[in-house]
């Protein structure tokens, strides 16, 4: 089973940019879905984006945040630019096996594994 460990979170002012990534330790990283989601404190714990068969975002994040994985260092990143206020969250990296409706993309009950989360605040 695969691990994951967050990091790259901060304070960061609305526009700027930040990079979170998630290293994964274990075997077959490859074959896992691997996302981001976020929380902020009072809310449910919201999707993000996810890397599968493609690439797949959040309305609310479409063309400001990009993820990607690479294999070989069997890590996952998260850029995210122009950022908000309403960015503000803690992150958290997922892992699972389902791949397909977006719905079951878009649901932390499709992830099996999380990491521990890292801190995003954008200030105004």
């Known amino acids: 089973q695969v691990q994951l460990v967050e990091s790259g979170g901060g304070l960061v002012q609305a526009g700027d940019s930040l990079r979170l990534s998630c290293a994964a330790s274990g075997r077959a990283f490859s074959v896992y879905v691997l996302a981001w989601f976020r929380q902020a404190p009072g809310n449910q714990r919201e999707f993000v984006a996810a890397t599968g068969g493609s690439a797949v975002y959040a309305d609310s994040v479409k063309g400001r945040f990009t993820i990607s994985r690479d294999n070989a260092k069997n890590t996952v990143d998260l850029q995210m630019d122009r950022l908000k206020p309403e960015d503000t969250a803690t992150y958290y990296c997922?892992?699972?096996?389902?791949?397909?409706?977006?719905?079951?993309?878009?649901?932390?009950?499709?992830?099996?594994?999380w990491g521990r989360g890292t801190q995003v605040t954008v200030s105004s």
């Open positions: 997922a892992a699972g096996t389902k791949w397909g409706l977006l719905s079951t993309i878009k649901t932390p009950d499709s992830y099996d594994t």
